[in-house]
């Protein structure tokens, strides 16, 4: 980097702090700024906070239009940039640059949210285009997109959308409306957000927008693509992305091919990874699945499946795994025009981790269950004739080896995979299966959802294993593949946490079943169903798990505001359990004023360490 340049944004920054320069003069210089490379850097770092002081010196919320106008194009330049560098690359893997840790800390992210809020229903449309056009830009970062999530962003766009399709307007591109699509698409590609969003009634709002009869092919695909990560999934004959959008896998497949050979579909600009990961979730519906198991889809799947991005190839394997589950596609797989064999043997050498377990995985589906060459697989139990295996989804690992044990610590042979991060071996799973006396299969959304678990699942049914199911989620139902293998069949419920008698029923039934003697067990101790241990779950984890439970967007908000994280909810769960504590705490913090609720809790364990004669 030019030293000499980077002194003459120091010393432009000095002036603007000092007021010895005009904000619009300044804003000006920044926005030219931001596109000198030898800059950038050292602009990501600074420039975003000068630019506030410029629009706060200006009047804030209340600048004049063509104030705020210039503080945007100063942030677009930069955010611009940025997302074009991030989608080119990786998304799925955390590509996080100085830039965006720059805007996730910046006062400017708020401002222009806040401005979006307030200002969109103003005559200042091209301002509120602008502004929304920074942060379109910005929502292709996973971390800055769940931020924009708890600043009410997705409720605006929301809004915008149902606007225009009660006027029926004419979408215009770079308009709010068409702007408030892009976004939706951008915040629905990111799984974490999908519970923000289908809890706030997104879906109805595109559809709705989707009724518009003059929208563009890439309005199209945006609609297309956006449902698809939303509810692609969901295996219902009257799925409204079916019903509204009936030619989406045909126009995605299509884009995809367009996209692999260099050349944008009918003017829209998807990347591969975009596009794999919206047909990564229409295949595990099994609705669709017949529609994607033609030569063309899955020949465009082995070519991704050899990209230089690890991201696309990720996706790409895993949409190949959970095709095999279909007849027509294992067929195409299994013929030699299609050279999958030889590619799969080839990436297996070369991968591990997750993609090399994918990639096993689907070697192993298309090989009708024959032995493949091992790797070392870290397992916790023995597989020994005669065990039980927990068939889980990794999200909820913690809860599963905690029962696992109690069950060992009960007299009965465990075994379970703890060992899915350094690739597991599916020729490992198969044994374990064949040499189970039982399988117990772990029912969650995640395990259905997972092409792994049904992988586990399907072979245990075939090997004809009696199948004990346990219910790890509050009031989830399975469906499709799931609910077809568990039908009526009695389930145990430990959704809640484990009780006594629950944990001595499952163990009497697995005893049974074993065919061991059972010891004395202390019972099943402190299982809680988690997806992970609570104290490790960050802030916005714990918003998820709030949604997961039904609670309100207001609650989630003030979760978010308090920066509640797994370990201060442990505290507060704590506290319930011990209402004595609890209104111990709640006084201390209203009598002392003390900052939070959580040195009222830490306050009030201190005193009860304090005996009366101190």
């Known amino acids: 980097m030019d030293i000499l340049a980077r002194r003459g944004v120091r010393a432009l920054i000095r002036d603007i702090e000092s007021a010895s320069l005009q904000s619009r003069d300044a804003l000006e210089q920044l926005a030219h700024i931001a596109w000198d490379r030898r800059l950038r850097q050292f602009y990501e770092l600074q420039g975003l906070d000068a630019v506030y002081i410029c629009i706060s010196k200006g009047g804030g919320l209340s600048a004049p239009q063509e104030l705020v106008l210039a503080a945007l194009g100063a942030c677009e330049n930069i955010a611009s940039t940025q997302a074009k560098v991030m989608m080119s690359q990786d998304p799925s893997r955390e590509a996080r640059t100085t830039t965006w840790d720059a805007w996730a800390s910046s006062e400017m992210l708020s401002f222009i949210i806040t401005y979006i809020r307030e200002r969109r229903s103003t ?125 989406t896998i045909e126009h995605v497949v299509k884009a995809l091919r367009a996209t692999i050979r260099g050349h944008p579909y009918k003017d829209t600009h998807f990347s591969v990874w975009e596009l794999l990961a919206a047909l990564r979730n229409l295949a595990r519906n099994d609705l669709n699945k017949p529609k994607l198991a033609t030569k063309e889809t899955l020949q465009l799947l082995l070519r991704s499946i050899g990209s230089k991005n690890l991201g696309e190839v990720e996706l790409a394997s895993a949409t190949l795994l959970e095709l095999s589950f279909n007849e027509a596609a294992r067929s195409h797989l299994r013929s030699p025009s299609l050279y999958a064999r030889q590619i799969l043997s080839n990436l297996q050498r070369k991968f591990h981790g997750g993609v090399g377990r994918t990639i096993d995985q689907l070697r192993w589906a298309l090989s009708q269950g024959r ?68 399988v117990v299969i772990a029912v969650s959304h995640d395990y259905k959802e997972s092409a792994n678990c049904r992988l586990e699942a399907e072979y245990a049914l075939k090997q004809r294993k009696p199948l004990v199911f346990m219910r790890l989620q509050r009031d989830y139902v399975p469906t499709g593949w799931l609910g077809l293998m568990q039908g009526e069949k009695f389930y145990y419920d430990i959704s809640a946490g484990i009780a006594a008698n629950t944990f001595a029923r499952l163990t009497e039934e697995l005893t049974r079943t074993v065919n061991v003697t059972p010891r004395a067990s202390a019972g099943p101790g402190c299982i809680e169903v988690q997806g992970r241990e609570v104290a490790a779950l960050a802030v916005h984890d714990v918003q998820g798990w709030a949604l997961e439970h039904g609670l309100g967007l207001a609650v989630v908000k003030t979760l978010a505001d308090k920066s509640v994280d797994g370990q201060y909810l442990q505290e507060l769960a704590g506290a319930v359990r011990d209402p004595a504590l609890l209104s111990a705490a709640v006084s201390l913090q209203s009598g002392l004023q003390l900052p939070s609720l959580r040195d009222g809790l830490a306050l009030a364990r201190a005193l009860q360490t304090v005996s009366e004669c101190d």
């Open 123 to 247: 005559a200042q449309t091209s301002t509120t285009a602008m502004a929304l056009g920074v942060v379109y830009h910005l929502t292709n970062d996973p971390g800055i997109s769940a931020q924009t999530l708890t600043m009410g962003l997705h409720t605006v766009c929301i809004d915008l959308l149902r606007e225009a399709a009660r006027d029926s307007m004419e979408i215009a591109d770079s308009s709010p409306a068409w702007l408030a699509m892009q976004i939706i698409n951008n915040l629905a590609m990111w799984p974490a957000n999908k519970t923000f969003l289908l809890a706030a009634g997104t879906v109805d709002a595109i559809v709705s927008f989707s009724k518009i009869s003059a929208l563009s092919q890439g309005m199209r695909m945006a609609i297309c693509t956006s449902l698809a990560y939303l509810i692609g999934s969901k295996e219902d004959k009257d799925n409204v992305l079916l019903v509204t959008e009936p030619d």
């Open 371 to 438: 032995p493949l060459p091992s790797r070392h697989a870290h397992m916790h139990g023995e597989a020994t004739a005669g065990h039980v295996m927990i068939s889980y989804s990794w999200a909820n690992k913690s809860t599963v080896v905690r029962l696992a044990r109690q069950l060992q610590h009960a007299g009965l042979p465990v075994w379970i995979d703890v060992d899915q991060m350094t690739g597991s071996t599916v020729e490992a799973m198969a044994e374990a299966i064949e040499n189970a006396a039982v």
